[in-house]
């Protein structure tokens, strides 16, 4: 059941991040330069927030060095994170599901699938402790 908890904190603390430079990105920077260039500008705050949060929570909870546990954990928070993406392309989109999978066809959709590997994978990837 710690697994759960964890990998919920993991998911509420990226997705805190996301919910922040979303409306950045959707207002301000994709009108201005466009969606690729947007989720260019996005990536990498995310993938710096993906790490701090993934090294957060493995020394917070002392996270032992089990494969199983920080793959559960990253699956967890992966599940929760794909609810969360499929309610707001849904009710605040209002874009079919066929649709959401179709963007990951394109350069944003290939980032944006990337850094979700990356979500899910990061609770393996981190140290425990610092040097």
């Not at 950045?24 to 990536?43: D, K």
Request: hydrophobic content about 60%; overall charge neutral; aromatic content about 14%.
């Amino acid at each position: 059941m710690l697994v759960v908890k964890i990998g919920a904190v993991y998911f509420v603390l990226v997705f805190a991040v996301g919910w922040v430079l979303g409306p950045i990105r959707e207002l301000w920077v994709i009108p201005r330069f466009g969606r690729p260039a947007g989720v260019l500008f996005e990536a990498p705050i995310m993938l710096a927030a993906i790490i701090a949060a993934a090294r957060w929570v493995v020394r917070h909870y002392f996270v032992d060095y089990s494969l199983e546990t920080r793959v559960s954990i990253g699956l967890v928070a992966l599940g929760l994170l794909f609810i969360a993406e499929i309610t707001g392309i849904w009710w605040i989109r209002d874009m079919s599901i066929s649709d959401y999978f179709a963007t990951f066809d394109t350069l944003t959709g290939g980032v944006f699938l990337l850094l979700l590997l990356l979500f899910a994978a990061m609770p393996m990837l981190v140290e425990r402790r610092g040097n």
